[in-house]
């Protein structure tokens, strides 16, 4: 079994922002599938669905960016998951708006909700996509950046590598996390 974890914030308010891109991946992932978050537990929304004979979690935690952690290892643990059988899908600043990067392991790179869900699991190591939103143009607070909507103009890229980081995401049911990476990391 693999569990697929978007991160982001819950509620309306935050839905379309580029820290939720974690959230938007998985929202993807779903409706491509035509499948639903149908399950509330472990501090989230999750469902386990059947994807190329692979039995798979989807994962959005609703504790909030920075408390990833606290729901995704209880879910772990219940379901007796390895670090190495989840990818964590989250927004990376210092990635070019649309760029996708796979890792298996690392730093928390300043992300709270990585370093919530390394503490949480005791391990940097578990597979991760890392999506570009790139830094903002004008001078602003980093907080109001990630926190703010993506532009129209940005749509277009957007919707390309939210495909590209699905496309990634079904691969990974039937092939090992570093062939992922080799044909996904652009």
């Known amino acids: ?11 309306l308010k935050y839905r379309s922002t580029r820290h939720n891109i974690g959230f938007i991946v998985v929202d993807e992932l779903l409706k491509r599938n035509n499948w639903t978050l149908s399950k509330n537990k472990f501090n989230g929304h999750y469902t386990m669905e059947t994807l190329h004979n692979e039995k798979v979690l989807i994962l959005e935690p609703q504790t909030y960016m920075n408390l990833s952690g606290e729901s995704l290892k209880p879910l772990m643990d219940f379901y007796d998951l390895a670090p190495e059988d989840v990818v964590v899908i989250y927004d990376d600043l210092d990635l070019p708006l649309g760029k996708i ?3 298996q392991t690392g730093g928390h790179g300043g992300h709270n909700g990585v370093r919530s869900i390394i503490d949480h699991l005791g ?3 578990f597979n991760r ?12 607070p980093v907080i109001d950046y990630v926190l703010g909507n993506f532009q129209k103009e940005e749509q277009t890229t957007l919707e390309q590598a939210v495909d590209h980081a699905v496309n990634a995401l079904e691969a990974w049911m039937t092939e090992p996390f570093p062939k992922v990476m080799n044909d996904y990391n652009q």
């Open 123 to 125: 391990t940097k190591k």
């Open 101 to 103: 990067r796979l890792r």
């Open 1 to 11: 079994m693999k569990c697929i974890v978007g991160l982001g914030n819950p509620g």
């Open 129 to 140: 996509i890392r999506f570009g939103i790139g830094r903002p143009v004008t001078p602003i």
